[in-house]
């Protein structure tokens, strides 16, 4: 079987580009072009310099000796923490920017929900001296001020999405209503490995340099360039798909996908999409969504808000659905003690997308000499404040 995408932008049953007629312009002209564009040597070029120089790429494969030794098998961390601006989003803005460069586009559009992407989005419009406008939900915009703040320093505009639930599907809506009426100056950067074909594919592509760099890291310090399994946590899936992509055809080396079970997958408070998703189409794309019987798509909950999403990428719906990925949900309770021990264990205070999958190792067993390689997919700083409430530490 085939993981990867195929020529039409499915991954098995998942997928495709489910958009209405006036958008399919701007996404046929990215369909047609991305291919080529990222193919360049000029562009590869350009894109590795800035992950080099801008971001602090490569991350390091840091092997967790006392995690290790407390789990009794072989764990690394794969640094993602150590980008600039705290996580792996900021690979996939750098290529998207560069990419908005070279089709001709002056004018950069994002939707935030927590701010990570939209903070990420703004960093590399800075860069490059484009305009970028972040859409972000009335509520959101409330709940996390310090990065409303962030992205006005940066020099974008925050517009405020009034609609429905004031959150980040709404911020969607107003995004995606954006890019219809600029259809030709205007580019939309997405910020996981979700939305109509081809942006789950280009967004996993740019994110495949962190697998591409265990391969090497691994054979420096193993000797192979396979671990037995790779591990990280699904929000959307983009830090997932970067560490899965050069394994996912790789039968040897086992996919470990973790997801939010929030409060308990069947306490109405979960964002655990393949344990209670259906499918359906969100974002212009077929995949696996948590939705009422009569398909109206279900508000997630999870104590991390990057993974406070319904639906999961269609890369890891045809994960679930075939059997090739496992998936495992976490609460929040047990991430939140996950995010301690690390920190006690090794003085890495983690993000708590990235507790969730840190928590795996109470229940899944691993042998004593199996290798496990989990995303560190970013730093704990911005979550300070919910580590200070749940843990009493003020
Ligand atoms: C946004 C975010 C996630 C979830 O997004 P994915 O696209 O699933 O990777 C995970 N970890 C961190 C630190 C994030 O900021």
Redesign the pocket.
Known sequence: MNYNVNENGYYGDFGGAYIPEMLYPNVEELRQNYIKVMQEPEFQEEFHELLREYVGRPTPLYFAKRFSEKYGTKVYLKREDLCHTG???VNNTIGQILMAKRLGKTRIIAETGAG??GVATATVCALMGLECIVYMGAVDIKRQAPNVARMKMLGAKVVPAESGSKTLKDATNEAIRDWINNPTDTHYII???VGPHPYPDMVARFQSVISEEVKKQLVEKEGRENPDYVVA????????AGIYYHYLDNPNVGIIAVEAAGKGIDSGESAATSALGKEGIIHGSKTLLMQTPDGQITEPYSISA??DYPGVGPMHAHLFRSGRGEFISITDDAAMQAGLELSKLEGIIP?I??SHALAIFKDRKFKKDDVVVINL??RGDKDLNTYIEYFNLA
């Open positions: 996580a792996h989003k990570q992407h910020g996981s490995v946590c699904v929000g959307g899936g983009s830090n997932a990057g993974l993000a997308e990235t997919s970013g």
